[in-house]
């Protein structure tokens, strides 16, 4: 027989389920009794309730982040020949979302924090003539509130859309406002694996503008204002009753969610102090959710190997920036090299973490990528 230290640490979805099965399995079934099951009281109430949490105006149910994303875009009018700043170290999907639009990305790299640096976006607009660019697409990634007074500040100067994808993002703050409130228009997704996360797919756009959340509006069911009549064109993404009553339950233990993670991140950062292994920032006032904890290592995939031997499951997001995949190579304009999403992509290894996981387990991680680097450093 096997010996019992056969364990498993890994990102687990139920233990949200079963921590307030009760209040999931009542909202479910007020949904089935009342029997309307796609955009009903449930969406429009949490539209009101997540907007309102973000801190702006309208929020559109759609159905998922990356609907939310081409959504946002189309609202703001980005169409083919429109050039579109993102960063290549991000998912695959902010790419995909501005190519269905018909325009293109324009890579501006990420600074240490793998999120878009600031300063070459600064140094790119100030020399740029090109009048393709349209929006700014900052990617709050794995739960890293962007700087968006700067952001915000060089778009107003610039004449750009901001379009901010908060997808890993959910309650992350920036100046004491919550990532989501600062661009013109923002997408979020409730991918069950996301801070905020359904049983199922689903996302929102959330704005203060109010012609850009009719747009969105319209463009989410066929340009329908009234039904069987198209004012615009449209297509079908629409948020359903059962993911909005689910979400509802959930949005209000978000914060206590994110103080967990935040809290399961301190373990971790400590567990790695002072060691080669290169730890994200520790942040305790929500600039950091911590959607993912990404530590950087020189040697990640012998570290990699070693934590799934010792029955610890971690994950690599993302193991090639965007320009350098098979799909998208040479095909996208970049400000100078993108050497930092290419050395991070080649470091990057995300721990398992999520708001229930025992303390116990993100001990023994840590525990364990000590014991490592003893045998190597
Ligand atoms: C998850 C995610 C998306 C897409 O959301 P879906 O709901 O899966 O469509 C977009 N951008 C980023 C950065 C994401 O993490």
């Known amino acids: 027989m096997k010996s019992e230290n056969v364990r498993e640490i890994k990102l687990r979805l139920k233990p949200a389920y079963d921590e307030h099965r009760a209040e999931f399995d009542a909202a479910i079934q007020g949904v089935l ?43 703001c009018g980005i169409k083919r020949g429109d050039e579109v700043i993102t960063v290549p170290f991000t998912s695959v999907v902010t790419v995909v979302v501005i190519q269905s639009c018909g325009a293109k990305p324009f890579f501006v790299d990420v600074d240490d924090s793998c999120t878009i640096d600031i300063n070459k ?36 100067q610039y004449g750009l859309w901001v379009i901010e994808d908060c997808c890993q993002a959910h309650g992350a703050i920036f100046n004491n406002r919550r990532v989501g409130s600062w661009g013109d228009i923002s997408a979020f997704s409730f991918y069950p694996t996301k801070n905020l996360g359904a ?25 329908w204002k009234t039904k069987n009549i198209s004012e615009s064109p449209g297509i079908n993404s629409r948020m359903d009753e059962v993911q909005a009553a689910i979400l509802w339950v959930k949005l209000k233990y978000l914060d206590q969610d994110n103080r967990r993670r935040i809290r399961l991140a301190e373990i971790y950062h400590e567990g790695v102090n002072n060691t080669p292994v290169i730890k994200p920032g520790l942040f305790t006032d929500f600039r950091h959710v911590y959607h993912q904890y990404a530590i950087r290592s020189s040697c990640r995939d012998d570290l990699k190997e070693y934590l799934a031997t010792q029955g610890i499951s971690t994950q690599i997001h993302y193991p090639l920036p965007i320009h350098l995949q098979p799909a998208y190579r040479r095909k996208f304009d970049s400000y100078g090299g993108l050497d930092m999403s290419e050395k991070i992509a080649g470091e990057v290894l995300s721990l398992p973490i999520y708001p229930q996981m025992p303390i116990e387990e993100a001990e023994a991680v840590a525990d364990v990528i000590k014991l490592w680097l003893s045998k190597y450093f």
């Open 33 to 75: 009794n009342r029997g309307q099951y796609i955009l009903g009281e449930e969406v429009n109430a949490f539209e009101g309730e997540f907007s309102n949490y973000i801190g702006a105006s309208y929020g559109v149910g759609v159905a998922s982040g990356t609907d939310a994303l081409i959504l946002a875009l189309k609202a």
């Open 199 to 223: 049983f199922g797919d689903a996302g929102m756009v959330v704005t203060s503008n109010a012609q850009l959340s009719e747009k969105v509006r319209l463009l989410r069911q066929y340009g």
């Open 121 to 156: 976006l600064e140094t790119f607009l100030k020399f740029n003539t090109s009048k393709k660019i349209k929006a700014i697409l900052p990617v709050h990634l794995f739960g890293y509130a962007v700087n968006m007074e700067a952001i915000t500040c060089l778009a107003k």
